[in-house]
């Protein structure tokens, strides 16, 4: 069929009928299931996290999400603006959207391009913001504090340098936004298994500190007492927040921030030892990377909406959400499924190893309880040494100045003394030019010496040195180690920075959906050029580390090309190399340690894992009550009966899905907690409005039971754990997907 443009807005206009027509019986048969309540997506609509029972044993954390940033789903400034009255008026109520000002006035949008720094964001005062429980300690979160005023300086030194990494290596757009671009992506939150909760609109900006602190604002008004949020730069927030306005609240809610489990690995170690996941009592086993997982599959949108109307733009993100949310409703069983394998592999594989390393070793949980303090301990004054003396570092330097030129002065003067002009005539002119360049070479050193020792003697004067220093002198001898030491610490920050810069590299290169040939081949390219600079940089630091007393180790550059983790460089900056002796500094110590953190936070995963999967059973069985007393409400001749209908066949189906799921846990050899639904603290169809119509009869089946229905189970069981068997699919429907994206790109629907 040939291209035929009336077709194409031909299309355009159904399909935007058709999701306006869904939205409005979608409101409507909310309103009747009273779904349609102020904030009711983020307080019900995962019901594995939201829905409770009663007698349910608390947890350490209510909830768990994440938050994040992205830029892909930009709108171009020059998009038709005729429908912005439609924008306002339509009934977009699927997804809970937080729109911030700019985003509902968009004649008023902010035009700053200025970067708030997250870490310096803080009132200037001598008070610290508690830093929060650490490891597997007992402490509430937010109740733990570091006396010592220098040790918390430090700490906030550290953060610091946490966000300026990522500053040096996050892209351009991350910190300012062409103009070209009205709305420059989402900010966006969502729970452990994927539900989308709020979302925001960046406008004509990159990623401001006022997203996150508007995210942490909605969730302190709507989420129950202490939860925990995972963000890139979760550390850094977290202060930001508790000098904020919104810190009485925050400490009163015992909320929590974190990093993400990947990014954390990119901060320095102390932020780890306070922030990460893996060392936070009750995070369990999630990495919190949601964010990273729903951009991916949302950037296949970018080709239909960048050049879309304010209107289109929201109207397609909306439709992509509930879909998104849809799918992880119907994968909320292979979840639990799969996360209970998972931990229980975790539990009785890696924790019998982790109790033979405890046995061979001859340590016990207290041990590792203890190290833990010392570690942290230890990361907070390392670099605490009081600088020295800044005039005794430049006399030496000067001294060692002098000294060279020194010799360089009396060859200069020797050579121009001891020259002889040729008796020829015809060598005249050479010989004078020759004489020329000796006495400007003389002069030029002679000045430099003279200039080198009227700056010696100054200091000399303002020291009281009686006596000029020599290389045997005691003071000279303490000031060239203190020079030494911090030539070790430049070539060392200098190689720290560069591995920091290639795992982020590796990061991008690894993101799904990089897929841009052009953007693979400039990352390979740029990795390349790292690591030649990489090689550079660990030459410098070896031939540094030698001149030290006692010689620092020797670092191969294969061994620095393979690094993960960036504990190692703290390590190598104790300039008093007292810590090597610490048992926790051991490598095989060290590896214990992640290992009995991992397999208490499997515990602690399993512990969740058995309230939750009573939570969907529970769950499951109040809304079917609940959508057989809808149907049973409204009667046969109520209009929205066959919709109402339809919705309770399509909910059941995947809730049959989610059943079988259930019971396949219940079943698993190892399974530790109770079997069956509860009892919910509020009941579904006393909340719902429902009119007292009765009917005996409606065409909805009942669901499944636990005999025999198990035994078909719907399919191979997926790992949530690794999530991209949900998100990815068969290739199959990647190919499918593609297409219709590509074809609805082409429409004219501006």
């Not at 539990?347 to 010392?374: K, P």
Request: net charge negative.
């Amino acid at each position: 069929i040939p291209y035929r443009e009336y077709l194409c807005k031909v299309f355009a206009d159904t399909f935007k009928v058709y999701l306006r027509i869904t939205q409005i019986v979608e409101k409507r048969l909310h309103a009747i299931l009273r779904w349609d309540a102020s904030d009711w997506r983020p307080l019900n609509a995962c019901c594995t996290c939201c829905y409770k029972f009663k007698d349910e044993p608390p947890l350490s954390f209510s909830r768990l999400w994440s938050l994040d940033g992205n830029n892909s789903l930009k709108r171009m400034a020059t998009a038709d603006w005729e429908d912005i009255d439609e924008l306002e008026g339509d009934p977009m109520d699927g997804v809970a959207l937080v729109l911030l000002e700019e985003s509902t006035k968009r004649t008023q949008a902010d035009d700053s391009n200025e970067h708030i720094d997250i870490a310096t964001a803080t009132p200037a005062s001598d008070s610290v913001a508690p830093v929060g429980n650490v490891g597997d300690s007992t402490v509430p979160a937010g109740d733990m504090t570091i006396i010592d005023k220098v040790q918390a300086a430090l700490l906030h030194k550290l953060l610091d340098q946490c966000v300026n990494n990522w500053k040096a290596a996050a892209a351009e757009v991350k910190k300012m936004m062409w103009k070209m671009y009205e709305e420059s992506g989402k900010f966006a939150s969502a729970c452990r298994h994927g539900f989308i909760l709020w979302l925001c609109d960046m406008v004509r900006s990159g990623e401001l500190a006022k997203y996150p602190l508007a995210i942490v604002a909605k969730a302190l008004k709507t989420m129950p007492d202490e939860w925990l949020a995972g963000y890139d730069i979760g550390c850094s927030v977290e202060i930001t927040v508790k000098n904020s306005s919104l810190g009485p609240e925050y400490v009163k809610k015992h909320a929590r921030m974190c990093m993400n489990a990947f990014h954390g690995y990119l901060h320095f170690h102390i932020c780890q030892l306070c922030f990460h996941p893996n060392v936070i009592k009750g995070a369990g086993i999630k990495d919190l990377e949601t964010m990273e997982r729903v951009f991916s599959r949302s950037n296949d949108l970018t080709p239909v909406i960048w050049y879309a109307s304010a209107y289109h733009h929201r109207l397609l993100i909306e439709a992509f959400l509930k879909q998104w949310d849809a799918n992880k409703y119907l994968n909320s069983g292979d979840f639990m499924l799969g996360n209970y394998t998972q931990v229980l592999e975790s539990v009785n594989i890696e924790g019998q190893t982790l109790r033979q390393s405890m046995e061979q070793q001859g340590i016990i949980a207290d041990d590792i309880t203890r190290w833990r303090d010392e570690e942290l301990a230890y990361f907070a004054t390392l670099g605490d040494e009081l600088d020295y003396d800044i005039h005794s570092t430049l006399y030496v330097e000067l001294l060692q100045k002098l000294r060279d030129l020194e010799p360089k002065l009396k060859q200069m003067q020797t050579t121009f003394l001891s020259y002889a002009p040729s008796a020829e005539k015809q060598a005249y002119s050479r010989d004078v030019t020759r004489m020329r360049k000796l006495e400007t070479e003389q002069r030029v050193a002679a000045e430099q010496y003279d200039h080198v020792s009227a700056k010696v003697v100054a200091l000399e004067i303002k020291m009281d040195i009686q006596e000029r220093w020599d290389p045997t002198t005691p003071a000279y001898q303490e000031a060239l180690k203190y020079i030494c030491e911090q030539t070790y610490q430049r070539a060392l920050d200098k190689l720290h920075r560069l591995v920091v810069q290639r795992l982020f590299e590796l990061q991008k290169l690894n993101v799904s959906h990089t897929g841009i040939y052009k953007m693979c081949t400039h990352i390979a390219k740029s990795l390349q050029v790292h690591s030649k600079t990489i090689k550079k940089a660990v030459a410098d630091y070896n031939a540094v580390a030698v001149t030290m007393n006692p010689p620092r180790p020797m670092l191969d550059w294969l061994e620095v090309m393979h690094y993960a983790f960036l504990e190692e460089f703290l390590l190598l900056q104790d300039t008093r190399n007292d810590v090597h002796q610490k048992p926790w500094v051991q490598p095989i110590t060290h590896k214990t340690i992640k290992m009995y953190r991992r397999v208490a936070r499997a515990n602690e995963e399993l512990e969740r894992l058995n309230i939750k999967v009573c939570c969907l059973h529970t769950a499951i069985i109040d809304e079917d009550k609940l959508l057989r007393a809808a149907l049973a409400s409204l009667g046969c001749s109520h209009l929205l009966y066959g919709a109402m209908q339809d919705f309770a066949l399509c909910r059941q189906a995947v809730n049959n899905h989610l059943l079988r799921r259930v019971f396949q846990v219940y079943d698993l050899p190892g399974y530790t907690g109770t079997q069956g639904s509860g009892e919910a603290k509020v009941d579904m169809v006393s909340q719902a409005r429902l009119s007292s119509v009765q009917l005996t009869v409606n065409k909805i089946p009942p669901l499944l039971t636990r005999p025999d229905d198990v035994c078909g189970t719907g399919g191979d069981i997926s790992d949530d754990e690794n999530d991209e068997n949900d998100d990815e699919g068969s290739e199959k429907a990647q190919g499918n997907v593609a297409a219709v994206v590509e074809y609805i790109a082409g429409l004219s629907i501006v």
